[in-house]
């Protein structure tokens, strides 16, 4: 993402007031009598908390237009934080209910309301399962691909079933006309789910690729190279992604995201680089020539502005480089002679990604490469352990804040990076930065 200040905080504001929006609508026309402060505020937490779950379906929707100004691996990053708010806001609503007046545990039960104490019973157990399957997803050994199912079922339940109540208490609901604007923002909330599920993988079927190549590289990665079959193929920025579907149908649930890293100005063919990480990346090497294939995208503001003349310095670990490689390679085909500098931390010396490419790139490009690995061989006379500040004062131009910053990789890393770069007087609206732990 790039850090632009001013956009950032129009898009705060704008999520705020949709977020607290039910709250102004419930005070609009005639009120009802005010009850305790407990009360009230166990209310408003409930209409907050549901509308943030409803808005998680808007962050889920890989809206271009939306993504490619904040960054759609930022968006998702933001949808994981707001989730747990809404986890929180949800069911603080009806713990504050039972210990300020435990009468209102008549609504769990059942001899007095079957139906109901079933339904809310229901929604706080879907409320913790959604909470554990994201949070433990990998440690429960749940399956990426079935969690999402699992994750989409669940957070529409819990939506329907707080529209339900919603209505059925109907305290401050009572009027048709706000009964009818609910019913509507939870439709508009769905009706989101169904255009990523279904009418997205319509639009993708009319425009399907094939695998013409499977290329192993270094690191326990493969490089899959893809065709358009039967259309004019996608047009990108070096440093965007796609999310891949490989097989017949585009609406198989092995949906997965991936860094384009082949340049922008070869429209022939679609590369990604994918590193064997867990149980879908680990079968890149089974994939035979001529797979079906389907992508959607391209998303992501992770892009370098191909017009401007400014410097740049990538500061990448692992598998983050493969974005930076579409850059490179992207500007070598301009014959772009912009000073760059890349500072790329990995375990070893044989499980750098593009090794060999890399040194090419150097005599083609205004291009300086320092590597930095954990474990050197017998005789590195280069830069060790993991990238550091010390590492960064060693290298980055003095004149720093003349550049812009893009910064992919491990997550201590980028967090250690981006206070670093700000402290040291790079703008915000210079630094870039992608993480990869976004599903």
């Known amino acids: 993402m790039n850090y632009s200040l001013?956009?950032?905080?129009?898009?705060?504001?704008?999520?705020?007031?949709?977020?607290?929006?039910?709250?102004?609508?419930?005070?609009?026309?005639?009120?009802?009598?005010?009850?305790?402060?407990?009360?009230?505020?166990?209310?408003?937490?409930?209409?907050?908390?549901?509308?943030?779950?409803?808005?998680?379906?808007?962050?889920?929707?890989?809206?271009?237009?939306?993504?490619?100004?904040?960054?759609?691996?930022?968006m998702l990053q933001f949808h994981r934080q707001s989730g747990l708010i809404a986890f929180f806001f949800i069911l603080a609503h009806p713990l504050l209910l039972f210990v300020t007046n435990p009468g209102y545990l008549v609504y769990l039960d059942p001899r007095v309301n079957l139906p109901r104490a079933l339904a809310l019973s229901a929604v706080l157990g879907a409320l913790v399962l959604l909470i554990v399957t994201t949070l433990w997803r990998r440690t429960a050994g749940l399956r990426y691909e079935w969690w999402r199912v699992i994750h989409g079922v669940l957070a529409l339940f819990v939506l329907f079933i707080g529209l339900v109540h919603i209505l059925q208490v109907g305290f401050y609901v009572s009027t048709p006309w706000k009964q009818a604007l609910w019913i509507a923002m939870t439709g508009g909330a769905m009706l989101l789910?169904?255009?990523?599920?279904?009418?997205?993988?319509?639009?993708?079927?009319?425009?399907?690729?094939?695998?013409?190549?499977?290329?192993?590289?270094?690191?326990?990665?493969?490089?899959?190279?893809?065709?358009?079959d039967g259309h004019e193929g996608m047009r990108f920025a070096a440093g965007q992604f796609v999310w891949l579907t490989l097989g017949d149908s585009p609406f198989s649930l092995q949906q997965h995201p991936f860094s384009i890293s082949s340049s922008a100005e070869q429209h022939d063919r679609i590369e990604l680089t994918i590193k064997a990480l867990g149980d879908f990346t680990s079968t890149m090497h089974t994939v035979e020539p001529g797979t079906r294939a389907y992508l959607e995208g391209p998303y992501g503001a992770f892009t370098l502005d191909p017009t401007s003349n400014q410097g740049a310095v990538f500061i990448v670990g692992g598998v983050g480089i493969t974005p930076i490689m579409s850059m490179l390679r992207t500007l070598r085909d301009r014959g772009d002679q912009r000073p760059l500098l890349l500072i790329y931390g990995n375990s070893d010396w044989e499980s750098v990604l593009f090794q060999e490419e890399l040194a090419l790139l150097q005599q083609a490009l205004n291009l300086e490469v320092v590597h930095v690995l954990q474990n050197p061989p017998e005789g590195w006379q280069g830069e060790t352990g993991l990238i550091s500040k010390e590492i960064l004062g060693r290298w980055l131009p003095d004149e720093i804040a003349k550049n812009g910053y893009f910064v992919c990789g491990p997550e201590p890393m980028m967090d250690m990076v981006e206070p670093y770069l700000s402290q040291h007087g790079v703008p915000l609206r210079k630094i870039f930065s992608e993480r990869f732990s976004i599903v």
């Open 6 to 74: 001013g956009r950032l905080l129009l898009w705060i504001v704008f999520y705020v007031v949709m977020a607290i929006s039910p709250m102004l609508i419930a005070y609009v026309g005639p009120l009802p009598l005010p009850r305790s402060f407990w009360v009230e505020l166990s209310v408003g937490l409930g209409f907050v908390g549901l509308a943030i779950m409803g808005l998680q379906f808007v962050l889920t929707g890989r809206f271009q237009r939306v993504a490619a100004s904040l960054g759609l691996d930022s």
């Open 193 to 228: 789910l169904i255009n990523t599920r279904v009418l997205r993988p319509l639009q993708m079927r009319r425009n399907p690729y094939y695998v013409t190549a499977v290329r192993e590289e270094r690191g326990r990665a493969w490089t899959l190279v893809l065709a358009p």
